[in-house]
Structure formats: C-alpha cells, structure tokens
Antibody, heavy 119, light 110 residues
Framework: QGQLVQSGAEVRKPGASVRVSCKASGYPFSSYYVHWLRQAPGQGLEWLGIIHPGTGDTTYAQNFQGRVSMTRDESTTTVYMDLSSLTSDDTAVYFC????????????WGQGTLVTVSS | QSVLTQPPSASGTPGQRVTISCSGS????????VNWYRQLPGTAPQLLMY???LRPSGVPDRFSGSKSGTSASLAISGLQSEDEADYYCASWDNTLNRPVFGGGTKLTVL
C-alpha cells in the first residue's frame, strides 16, 4: 500500500538552508501527489506545499513562497524539500505525506524529520 | 493561530462516549469536507476519518464523524485507554487556497 521513509534529524544555524528527503516505496511513485507539512514543538500542523512526482509540478503555500522548493528523483523514487533562510521559527518536525482516497486526504505519512534551527 | 477551532482538551472514562468539535467558516468547513487525524506522542499523524464521515480501512466503527454547517464533530464511543492521543481536524480553505488544520485536541482517558 505504500511507505514513506524520511531522512534523519538536522541542525542548522539561522540563515542556512536544509534539505529533507522522503523515499517512497510500495506503490506507483508517479501516480500520487506528495505533500510536505510541518509541526512546531507543541503546535498543530501546517501545510507547506505539494509536488506531483510524475510531472514535477509544484504548488507552495503562500507563507513559504520564495523559501521552499520541492523536487523529485524518479530514478530513486525520492521527493526532496528544500527550505532556505531558516529562522528559529522554522524549528519543527517536517513530514511528507501522500494522498489516499482523495486529494488532500493525507493517508500515508513519513516518520517525520526534526529540523532544529539554533545559533 | 489555527484556522479551524478545536477545544484544547477532552476527557472521558473507559467505555464512555466523547465528542470533539471542529469549528470553521463558510470558506472552510462550510463548503468543504473535513478529515480527522490521530497522533500518538512522537509519531506521525494517522488518518482517522475522511470526507466528513468515512472511515479508512482498519479504523473501528467506534469512531464516527459528522458535519453540519460550519462545524464538524468526531465521536468516539466505547472509549479505550489506547484512544489517548491528539486529534486534529482538517479542511480546505477557499480563501487561503490551501488545506488548514485545527489546533488539536488532547484526549485523556481517565
């Protein structure tokens, strides 16, 4: 039915960039949109954007326009999320998630990647 | 500040029925379907309910969802200790043009 496995925790200084990967397996990679969401410590969920692994088409949340980039590598069935100009407010667990049952129904999730931004 | 409003906490004793509310607006819950997620500490959220009242395979029928106007609810009957978790509602926002979430409700089984 599908599995998403994310890269490990990262620590960055303010102003730096970070890349988080999400390797998909167990389903047709090109057939399902992949989303990126995040959850700051003790907070709720926030949607960053979406990528179609087959075409590479992306849509980003307005809050992150210009700072986020989502790409994919079909040969390794991996989706990447790059976030730049990091501040302490970007400290969060970042999740990739896949549609299931319908668009924007997040039925499969990666395990999460903690990104800590600290000087 | 979350776009959808949930009570921060809820509680019940084993076997009881509890309800978690999710309040939105005409541009969110009022015109779009609602999904619910459950999150155990330190883990990723899991889909619990989609399109207001549909259960994914594997979710027991103790869980039910409903929507009326600009509000939605998740009901859990026959409460069990393993139901202790954070619960989040989600919907689409026609104004922000993106999915939005509630702030989450921490369910405690007393």
């Amino acid at each position: 039915q599908g599995q998403l496995v994310q890269s490990g925790a990262e620590v960055r200084k303010p102003g730096a960039s970070v890349r988080v990967s999400c390797k998909a397996s167990g389903y047709p990679f090109s057939s399902y949109y992949v989303h990126w969401l995040r959850q700051a410590p003790g907070q709720g969920l926030e949607w960053l954007g979406i990528i179609h692994p087959g075409t590479g088409d992306t849509t980003y949340a307005q809050n992150f326009q210009g700072r986020v980039s989502m790409t994919r590598d079909e040969s390794t069935t991996t989706v990447y999320m790059d976030l730049s100009s990091l501040t302490s407010d970007d400290t969060a667990v970042y999740f990739c998630a896949r549609d299931h049952y319908s668009n924007y129904v997040f039925g499969y999730w990666g395990q999460g990647t903690l990104v800590t931004v600290s000087s | 500040q979350s776009v959808l409003t949930q009570p921060p906490s809820a509680s019940g004793t084993p076997g009881q029925r509890v309800t978690i509310s999710c309040s939105g607006s005409s541009s969110t819950v009022g015109s779009n379907t609602v999904n619910w997620y459950r999150q155990l500490p330190g883990t990723a959220p899991q889909l619990l309910m989609y399109k207001n009242d549909l259960r994914p395979s594997g979710v027991p029928d103790r869980f039910s969802g409903s929507k009326s106007g600009t509000s939605a609810s998740l009901a859990i009957s026959g409460l069990q200790s393993e139901d202790e978790a954070d619960y989040y509602c989600a919907s689409w926002d026609n104004t922000l043009n993106r999915p939005v979430f509630g702030g989450g409700t921490k369910l405690t089984v007393l």
